[in-house]
Nanobody
Framework: QVQLVESGGGLVQPGGSLRLSCAAS????????MGWYRQAPGKQRELVALITSGGITNYADSVKGRFTISRDNAKNTVYLQMSSLKPEDTAIYYC?????????????????WGRGTQVTVSS
């Protein structure tokens, strides 16, 4: 079992900044790609940003130049620095990670999600 716990969400004014964190825990052997997704009310979950184990990043066009994803492999943690926030960034932000973990019978691939953290951008 691999658990992902997000933190750092909240209410911020347009133009402001927030930093989200997501810590992975459990019987992790290796972490692969980690990422952030978001889901706004009435909309489908969408990719925000990804970062591979080697540090290669990918961003949604809507956040390029405003958001930065990074990771600390020693802490099994991924971050999302969000700047110049807009009301349309309001959503629940979810962390995702894949890799290999021990499940009691051996090392197996996993793909886990966190429970999400609310980000609200409003004046």
């Amino acid at each position: 079992q691999v658990q992902l716990v997000e933190s750092g969400g909240g209410l911020v004014q347009p133009g402001g900044s927030l930093r989200l964190s997501c810590a992975a825990s459990g019987s992790i052997f290796s972490l692969g790609t980690m990422g952030w997704y978001r889901q706004a009310p009435g909309k489908q979950r969408e990719l925000v940003a990804l970062i591979t184990s080697g540090g290669i990043t990918n961003y949604a066009d809507s956040v390029k130049g405003r958001f930065t994803i990074s990771r600390d492999n020693a802490k099994n943690t991924v971050y999302l620095q969000m700047s110049s926030l807009k009301p349309e960034d309001t959503a629940i932000y979810y962390c995702n990670a894949d890799g290999r973990a021990y499940n009691g019978a051996g090392y197996r691939p996993f793909d886990s999600w966190g429970r999400g953290t609310q980000v609200t951008v409003s004046s």
